[in-house]
């Protein structure tokens, strides 16, 4: 069998969820991204989180233009609960947070998680991803994760969560829907470190998880986010 028979015998819908705020230099390059995988089964949400800028027309343009992407306009309430917003509309069997200013890392990186997925019948498959902006382009970040046993462990949970961060991020991981909306896993409202609690509190129900080597996720070193923003207080 080809890949490409494998990928359309793969009937598993996704949905990509994309929190949108202030990114409309970068959202036409990540829904490039997004548009271009050979995955058959996707649809995307855009959640237009009260951007002032350009976006809300860019977000509704996409929607109009493809079937399968819708938006959802909201006043500005932060990543965590636009990223529940998109969630709460979601129709897919597994679920992918994407960032605005972010991209997809080549083709085939839905085909691939989704083929781990179902593989390990996994509740969190993790992928590598690469750092990325107008200068450079990283080679992939390694994990230090395997599967099995080791999950269950404090050195698993250190090694993902804190020395190198790879079970932190809710980007570039997918999600079964049903072990999120099971466990009523939602995101937290907090301005940042958001990712960080909501995968501790998945890692808490003890999911099945699942990795690949693969980079599938292209994270922006963008010195503008609220990551690399100056905080005072």
Known sequence: MTSKETIQNMNKKVSIVIPVYKTEQYLGECMDSVLGQVYPCIEVI???????????????HYAERYANVSVIHQSNQGLGLSRNAGL??????????????????GER??????????EKNADIVVGSFRRFNAKMVSSPNPHHLREGAYTKTVDFRFKGFYMYG??????????RKSFLEGNDLKCSPYPFTQDKAHNMACCAYQPVY?????????YRVNEESVTFRYKEN
């Open 46 to 60: 855009l959640v237009d989180d009260g951007s002032p800028d350009g976006c809300p027309a860019l977000c509704d």
């Open 109 to 118: 990186a839905i085909s691939l998680l989704v083929k781990r997925a179902e």
């Open 166 to 175: 790879h079970l932190a991020y809710d980007w570039g991981k997918l999600y």
């Open 210 to 218: 699942a990795f690949i080597d693969e980079s599938v996720y292209r």
């Open 88 to 105: 709460s509309r979601a129709s897919g069997d597994y679920v992918f947070f994407l960032d605005s200013d972010d991209c997809m890392d």
